[in-house]
């Protein structure tokens, strides 16, 4: 059988590597050096007309069936890497090979480490592994082998995004079963319990970290956001405000509520409510709407908190949504990111670095006692922590061949932010006119008040941010 490569090729340069060779063999001249996770498969990136593209070898079945997965949730907008092509009929016996785009800017959970992996580092990598496995849920997939190591993480403002990296397990289906829900959870509970054994083993665990409670949370963090997402509520026919609370609250959470069911509980005046078709990102869709910005949930939560400071530092309340959207976008977000000087661009994607120069005003201004500017702050962040961090975009070995740990801390002052809670809330009566202090990590499983996040103008955003009253606290347990 000669060499076939089936798939939406978009460079002829492909067919031209050396696929009669085992991709342990390939030459180097072909290949670009970034972090790989574990795999049970030999995996090697190579860089074409300057792209990266990930290529995995595997049995044939499993490659066509892998490559058609990846499809169905490219599809369905599932955050997973994107496939490209299968490569089948190599010379002398070869295994197929499976294509797929390397995701930029993204990292392995063991690179997002620096040093030891620490508490809070670790939370918001579970959070990121809860809200994917319930999108997936939620789109009728079974993973069938959920766990950090089949997982890439993007920096998403404080927290992070999650994309699913190994779809050979995985099963479609129109909807999940009840069984194969629990099975999946049950799966991410035993690799993720082995896998922060693993790191304990290599000295590589924050000691104040327990592996089975670790593996216990995600499974609670996983039950509490699902719930949320699917369960029935009975109200009152006079209550029906809090239909509108729930929808808010997903809303908060980045889900969006196409449709709820709603039916009358037989021999009362009382309603069950259940949200019937949810999808996630929220505010993802409308800041693109508006801006034509594509970045990630928290991100884009964080950019419209911005936006709406703007409105109102501009006395622009009452103008249309999309005319303050273009001016914020030509005024305050576009001269931010073309400040940064070209060489230090593939650090973090715009987004991230906008989101961090907002923490790091905070910062310079709680220092000096006063607002910094956003000028200031972007000169004094290029100065002394842009240029420090790793090139995520391209992350290379150094010379010992040991990846260089990512600096999880966004900003030099990072040691006197103040934790999670400890922002002022809905209620804070500070001057509407100081800058904001650093963004809160966001909890998938945890309602969290947007509006306190810091922002461009110095005015506290409003993006879809309901009372804080309107958002019960989900965290009961954690």
């Given at each position: 059988m000669p060499l076939q490569i089936t798939g939406a090729l978009g460079d002829p340069d492909l067919i031209r590597l050396p696929w009669e060779l085992p991709l342990q063999d390939w030459p180097q001249h072909h290949l670009v050096d970034l972090p790989r996770g574990i795999s049970r498969h030999v995996v090697r990136f190579a860089r074409l007309s300057g792209k990266v593209?990930?290529?995995?070898?595997?049995?044939?079945?499993?490659?066509k069936r892998e490559y058609q997965l990846l499809w169905d949730l490219a599809r369905l907008d599932a955050p997973?890497?994107?496939?490209?092509?299968?490569?089948?009929?190599?010379?002398n016996g070869l295994d197929a090979a499976l294509i797929t785009r390397h995701l930029q800017f993204s990292l392995p959970y063991r690179a997002v480490m620096s040093g030891t992996l620490r508490p809070d580092t670790l939370t918001r990598l579970l959070d990121a592994l809860v809200v994917l496995l319930v999108r997936l849920h939620l789109n009728g997939f079974y993973w069938g082998d959920c766990s950090l190591s089949n997982t890439l993480f993007r920096r998403d403002a404080g927290a992070f995004a999650a994309y699913l990296v190994d779809a050979e397990t995985?099963?479609?289906h129109p909807m999940i079963s009840e069984g194969q829900r629990l099975g999946d959870i049950d799966t991410a509970h035993t690799n993720i319990f082995g896998e922060m054994l693993d790191l304990e083993a290599g000295g590589?665990?924050?000691?104040?970290?327990?592996?089975?409670e670790t593996a216990d949370d995600i499974v609670a963090r996983y039950h509490r956001l699902w719930n949320e997402l699917n369960e029935s509520e009975i109200i009152e026919e006079v209550d029906w405000h809090r239909v509108e609370q729930r929808i808010r609250r997903l809303n908060l959470l980045g889900f969006d509520v196409a449709e709820m069911m709603v039916r009358r509980k037989v021999g009362t005046g009382r309603l069950i409510v259940r949200p019937k078709v949810v999808d996630a990102g929220h505010h993802q869709r409308r800041l693109l709407r508006l801006t034509g910005l594509d970045v990630e949930e928290n991100q884009a939560r964080r950019l419209l908190n911005d936006l709406d400071g703007f409105r109102?530092?501009?006395g622009l309340r009452h103008e249309d949504e999309a005319i303050v959207a273009h001016r914020w976008l030509a005024e305050v977000f576009q001269p931010t990111v073309e400040a940064i000087p070209v060489e230090l661009r593939g650090k973090l994607e715009p987004a991230q670095i906008f989101h961090e120069i907002l923490d790091h005003r905070w910062f310079l201004s709680e220092q000096a006692g006063a607002d910094v500017g956003l000028a200031k702050a972007v000169e004094s962040y290029v100065e002394n922590v842009l240029v420090h961090k790793p090139d995520e975009q391209a992350l290379l070995p150094d010379d010992a061949g040991a990846l260089p740990a990512p600096d999880t801390t966004d900003t030099p002052?990072?040691?006197?932010a103040p934790k999670t809670g400890d922002a002022a809330g809905a209620g804070d009566t500070r001057d509407a006119a100081s800058p904001q202090g650093p963004a809160d990590v966001q909890d998938a499983t945890h309602v969290q008040d947007t509006t306190d996040a810091p922002d461009a103008t110095g005015v506290q955003g409003t993006a879809d941010a309901p009372d804080a009253a309107a958002a019960p606290d989900t965290s009961a347990g954690k």
């Open positions: 593209y990930a290529i995995k070898e595997i049995s044939e079945r499993y490659a997973a890497v994107e496939p490209v092509a299968y490569v089948t009929g190599r010379e995985g099963e479609m590589l665990l924050h000691p104040s970290i327990d592996p089975m109102v530092a501009k002052a990072a040691a006197d």
